[in-house]
């Protein structure tokens, strides 16, 4: 019998991990996962399960910096998956198997003095810099104006890129141009590879928040609708400019906001294509669900319910809001990534305290 992600995939969705836990991978890879990303939050669970407290104790006993100690440790986690997924690189000849790497989030904080053209020079610099050397390594940008300015030059550079923090058609259209633009460029596009993650629930927890007046028939389908019609759109856009690797669309934040609904509900709705990057709870709840999946890509809402989203749903302002929402969790991850290795310092610090103290050796040096 076949199993409920196995029937996923057959439609032709491939999955992608929203982690890079190792162990997760595993699980995952066996199922049928072909990729995974990453993020400051997630290498912040990672750091307090203590699985990986023996390699931050020899980077911090090496002597770096906080920030140091927090990009090594991602690197290395984004380079464990790369290895497991590399085989599905090699075997679709680099259309698939990828990691996302994220670039510096506090490019984007608040406090930032950068200017939007010093933010883009810099994405640019860590972009060629973090994908230098990697294979299957993507390098997550995000649709701010410092971040999009900068994809023209990465895609010319040949730099693989994830345009993540997109949650509209206008601001996907503006980054799918921009990267067009840089890829044009490349003597040869055959390794040219780009995608890009559009959000989808938060427009149905935004509509919830913001539009409570849509009719229970219209509540919640705003991120499918959306998602969907930039899918079509991504299609129609590199059908006519074809490329030797697919450039796609990774529908991001698919795990449900709303309790009362099935966890599987955007994974069942966007089976057929392209890649869906799903939280381990929610590849886990769709594994237990005993649903056989079919192709739902091309199935738009209702013709009332597209009529009344059209109506009730301002584009612009859902935009500056769910940007400047996805600003705040975007930066403040990182903060928090440092504030946990500064703790993890300090207890490191006590612990070997202890230790001189009774006269015992200080913890040997050594990766988990």
Known sequence: MTSPLASLVATGTRLWLDSVDPELIAVNRRLGATGAT???ILISDLIRTGRFDRRLQQLLAEGHADEHVAWSLTDELVRAAQ??????WQATDGDDGYVSFELDPLLEDAAS???PAEKTERYVELGRRWSHGHANRLIKVPATPGGLGALESLAAHGVPLNV???????????????VWRGAAQLP??????CVFSIFVSRLDAYTRQHVPGLSPAAQGQAGLLNAKRIWRDNQEFWAARPT???????FASTGVKDAAEPAWKYVEALAGSDIQTNPPATNDAVEQSGLTFRRNIDELPAEEVVREIAEKVDAELLERVLMAEGLAKFAEPQHRLLALIGERRQALIAG???????????????AN
């Open 83 to 88: 290895e497991v997924f590399l085989p599905v």
């Open 188 to 193: 040869h596009r055959d390794r040219f590879k």
């Open 164 to 178: 993540t923090l997109l949650f509209t058609v206008a601001q996907y259209r503006q980054a799918r141009e921009a």
């Open 244 to 250: 030797h690797l697919r450039q796609e669309i990774v």
């Open 352 to 366: 070997a305290g202890t230790t001189s103290e009774r006269g015992g050796r200080p913890p040997q040096r050594g």
């Open 38 to 40: 990453s993020n400051p």
């Open 113 to 115: 003095p950068l200017s």
